[in-house]
């Protein structure tokens, strides 16, 4: 499926990450680091929010799958799906 959908299949790995094909070569995110996990039922839809969210950014695709990631992993760190949502502010607090 990697092979056959170039920049538009995109494989989550949960403690893994994710994966994707470039066009040139499978690109792997390696899964972002928390402190604790509470709750992981909302991660997938998190990250797929995200990645929504970035598609309108006009950045690299593994930028995009990048922010998702953060998003998805951080959504993990709080119990229940909107307590785990990042806001921008959060995001930027993570990566600094």
Not at 10 to 22: H, K, R
Not at 68 to 78: F, P, Q, Y
């Amino acid at each position: 499926m990697l092979k056959r959908y170039l920049n538009k299949f995109i494989i989550t790995l949960g403690s893994e990450g994710a994966v994707f094909n470039n066009g040139e070569a499978i690109q792997e995110v390696p899964a972002v680091e928390v402190a604790e996990i509470f709750d992981t039922t909302w991660a997938g839809d998190a990250f797929n929010g995200a990645l929504a969210f970035s598609l309108a950014s006009g950045e690299m695709l593994i930028e995009r799958v990048c922010f998702a990631n953060l998003v998805g992993s951080l959504s993990i760190t709080k119990k229940g799906s909107q307590a785990g949502m990042s806001t921008l502010e959060m995001m930027e607090a993570h990566e600094t």
